[in-house]
Antibody, heavy 115, light 111 residues
Framework: EVQLVESGGGLVRPGGSLRLSCAAS????????MAWVRQSPGKGLEWVAY????????SYVDSVRGRFTMSRDNAEKSVSLQMNNLRADDTAVYYC????????WGQGTLVTVSS | DVVMTQSPLSLPVTLGQPASISCRSTQSLVDSSGRTYLHWFHQRPGQSPRRLIY???TRDSGVPDRISGSGSGADFTLKISRVEAEDVGLYYCMQTQFWPYTFGQGTKLEI
């Protein structure tokens, strides 16, 4: 059974940083690209970042490029999202997602950016 | 960016009756090999989204055959032949032909 477990969400002030992590199991992790998708009440579902199977290529939506960095550790079967210079409009539930076609989703972790 | 437009945004239905959701994209989602990168998701209240259909019409494991997807190019439809109570929630279409991948606004199905 595929499992994706996110952690690291919380309350952070504007301009602050946060690192999200996702532990994966139940599939051959090193063969699959991974992604982060977020959901906020005002914007619905939004792709944030995607990383390919070996971690050599990351893609980012314009609104986070230069502030967020996605990485992966195939030995540990995990992905991370380093989020810097956070803004109020980054407030959302962040989901760890298996593959570019969103085969499976984690339960999500809430990030709140507020002073 | 490719804009995905769903309609209706709210869909009141009666149990046992059919339901249909439209999704239109601002560009064709067909690639050079002929594949069409359009997928559908369902999100029940308080839960994470779950994929129902990929590549326009292929149902994921465990999805009942009363749920179907169709369409081509830039015009797609999700149909539920007989709505059941478990079908309530939000439905989203998503394209993965062009980066950034994008979702529709969501359609809220309620009984």
């Amino acid at each position: 059974e595929v499992q994706l477990v996110e952690s690291g969400g919380g309350l952070v002030r504007p301009g602050g940083s946060l690192r999200l992590s996702c532990a994966a199991s139940g599939f051959t992790f090193s063969n699959i690209g991974m992604a982060w998708v977020r959901q906020s009440p005002g914007k619905g579902l939004e792709w944030v970042a995607y990383i390919n199977e070996d971690g050599s290529r990351g893609s980012y939506v314009d609104s986070v490029r230069g502030r967020f960095t996605m990485s992966r550790d195939n030995a540990e079967k995990s992905v991370s999202l380093q989020m810097n210079n956070l803004r109020a409009d980054d407030t959302a539930v962040y989901y760890c997602v298996k593959s570019g076609w969103c085969d499976n989703w984690g339960q999500g972790t809430l990030v709140t950016v507020s002073s | 960016d490719v804009v995905m437009t769903q309609s209706p945004l709210s869909l009141p239905v009666t149990l046992g009756q059919p339901a249909s959701i439209s999704c239109r994209s601002t560009q064709s989602l067909v690639d050079s090999s002929g594949r069409t990168y359009l997928h559908w998701f369902h999100q029940r209240p308080g839960q994470s989204p779950r994929r129902l259909i990929y590549l326009v019409s292929t149902r994921d494991s465990g999805v009942p055959d009363r749920i179907s997807g169709s369409g081509s190019g830039a015009d797609f439809t999700l149909k539920i032949s007989r709505v059941e109570a478990e079908d309530v929630g939000l439905y989203y279409c998503m394209q993965t032909q062009f980066w950034p991948y994008t979702f529709g606004q969501g359609t809220k199905l309620e009984i």
